[in-house]
């Protein structure tokens, strides 16, 4: 610790009581101080993303209606369909959140988004693996990633539910590492209070390392599960049980195969899915230029087109080799504000960025990934995450409730129902997992005229 100059983190020592000082050791004691003082001195080199962008090109991938594509849907669904009966599918479930930004003080998947029915985000999910097992009867077993500041509150929350259904030993919950918060001015360590660092989540890449080390990849190569559906928990329309986008990833024999939607504006905030020097990797949309952002093809259309939504397929085998290489998933910095306490035990409420935090990514896996492919959805049909609070201008609860209704009443229609104008509908994933197994469902001629739930 001293070499890098962090002593100040047992300046007031004396004042811990004895638990206090186990807690601080026991931080202090995991932090490889080598390896953050790279990672700070790494921040001060950026990336040439200008660089980067110039060499990129539209990623190869599998288009809605296009004739062309290397398989087609048929063959497609007739692969997903033979990989789920033989029981080779299994999920993961990205739900370390916070509801801090909807003003909802708990973890984010309990969140009520149901447009009629009020339902968790939570249940929403554990309802679809439900329903894929019911269809193929086999089950899906989930692993649920939570974070340190979620996860007692998830897991007392989700047996007091009963898993809403799902079984428990079809469950395997695991919490994500975090990292120390770094002052930008110092290079030095913050503490949160008294006996305690400031520490966040290490991002959503930090779900491979968290899940060897919980024993979820062991068990996932016990039960025999081959290929593994990937989602983040604030997006309810989530088409990771598509039977086209596994059928293709199967297929294509791809190690990571990722959904993408055709952005609607050449510098909507979602990741670019590029293709670099032959490899598929994501650009976030702060570090693309925006001149390139713009860039157009001769029809018109963006040149860079591909927004990722954070929905991915992946294959085990190179799961558990990209964990064995340790170093396939860097650490991205951000500035931000930290609030902690000075040398002298005072509070401070920082009004501008003052510190670094560390984060991994998990579409950083994507350039290490053989014959790696993207799917195009329509985004109306799969994406639309909840992460603001109502009265915002994108991605809160009433919008993403308005994409459920609009979604829900286009499968009616396509099952020969009517729905009067203004008319919520939700279509639990029990009751259908789409319009084709709805049509089975309903009686003909239904026409909806009031808020109707159908489970």
């Known amino acids: 610790m001293s070499p890098y100059g962090q002593q100040h983190l047992l300046a007031l020592w004396d004042q811990l009581t004895e638990p206090q000082r186990q807690t601080l050791a026991e931080q202090i004691d995991r932090v490889d101080f080598a390896?953050?003082?790279?990672?700070?001195?790494?921040?001060?080199?950026?990336?040439?993303?200008?660089?980067?962008?110039?060499?990129?090109?539209?990623?190869?991938?599998?288009?809605?209606?296009?004739?062309?594509?290397?398989?087609?849907?048929?063959e497609a669904r007739a692969s997903a369909i033979s990989a789920f009966s033989c029981g080779q599918i299994g999920a993961i479930l990205v739900a370390g959140g916070q509801g801090t930004r909807l003003g909802f003080p708990h973890p984010k998947g309990m969140f009520p988004i149901g447009p009629?029915?009020?339902?968790?985000?939570?249940?929403?999910?554990?309802?679809?693996?439900?329903?894929?097992?019911?269809?193929?009867?086999?089950?899906?077993?989930?692993?649920?990633?939570?974070?340190?500041?979620?996860?007692?509150?998830t897991n007392a929350y989700l047996e007091k539910q009963r898993w809403f259904g799902l079984s428990a030993d079809d469950a395997h919950v695991f919490c994500q590492a975090q990292m120390p918060a770094v002052e930008?001015?110092?290079?030095?360590?913050?503490?949160?209070?008294?006996?305690?660092?400031?520490?966040?989540?290490?991002?959503?890449?930090?779900?491979?390392?968290a899940l060897a080390t919980s024993g979820g990849l062991a068990d996932m190569a016990r039960r025999g599960l081959r290929h593994l559906l990937?989602?983040?928990?604030?997006?309810?329309?989530?088409?990771f049980c598509d039977p086209e986008f596994l059928g293709y990833h199967v297929l294509a024999r791809s190690e990571m195969t990722s959904q993408v939607v055709r952005k609607s504006d050449p510098l909507e905030r979602v990741g670019n899915v590029v293709s670099v020097d032959g490899h598929l990797q994501v650009i976030e949309y702060s570090d693309l230029p925006e001149a390139v952002a713009r860039l157009t093809n001769p029809d018109g259309s963006l040149r860079f087109w591909a927004g990722s939504i954070a929905v991915h397929i992946f294959?085990?085998?190179?799961?558990?080799?990209?964990?064995?290489?340790?170093?396939?998933?860097?650490?991205?910095?951000?500035?931000?504000?930290?609030?902690?306490?000075?040398?002298?035990?005072?509070?401070?409420?920082?009004?501008?960025?003052?510190?670094?935090?560390?984060e991994r990514f998990i579409f950083d896996l994507l350039p290490s990934a053989a014959r790696a492919i993207v799917v195009e959805i329509e985004a109306a049909k799969g994406f639309a995450p909840v992460k603001n609070a109502p009265g915002e201008k994108q991605?809160?609860?009433?919008?993403?409730?308005?994409?459920?209704?609009?979604?829900?009443?286009?499968?009616?229609?396509?099952?020969?129902?009517?729905?009067?104008?203004?008319?919520?509908?939700?279509?639990?994933?029990?009751?259908?997992l789409d319009a084709t197994e709805l049509a089975g469902k309903i009686a003909p001629g239904l026409h909806v005229t009031q808020a109707t739930y159908f489970c």
């Open 395 to 432: 991605d809160t609860p009433e919008a993403v409730q308005a994409a459920m209704i609009a979604l829900h009443t286009e499968w009616l229609r396509q099952a020969g129902a009517t729905v009067a104008p203004g008319t919520p509908v939700e279509i639990s994933p029990l009751f259908a």
């Open 116 to 153: 009629v029915s009020r339902a968790p985000l939570f249940r929403i999910f554990f309802e679809k693996l439900q329903a894929l097992a019911r269809r193929y009867r086999r089950p899906v077993p989930l692993y649920l990633m939570t974070s340190p500041a979620t996860h007692e509150e």
């Open 35 to 74: 390896a953050l003082a790279a990672l700070v001195k790494k921040d001060h080199e950026p990336a040439d993303f200008a660089g980067l962008a110039a060499r990129a090109e539209p990623p190869p991938t599998f288009r809605l209606g296009a004739a062309d594509n290397r398989f087609s849907a048929t």
């Open 230 to 239: 990937y989602f983040q928990v604030d997006n309810p329309l989530a088409e």
């Open 184 to 209: 930008i001015s110092s290079g030095r360590l913050l503490l949160d209070e008294n006996g305690r660092l400031a520490l966040s989540p290490d991002g959503h890449g930090g779900m491979l390392a």
């Open 315 to 358: 294959d085990r085998e190179f799961l558990e080799q990209m964990q064995s290489s340790g170093s396939a998933l860097p650490f991205h910095v951000a500035k931000k504000k930290v609030a902690h306490i000075n040398a002298a035990g005072q509070r401070i409420e920082p009004q501008s960025p003052n510190a670094i935090k560390f």
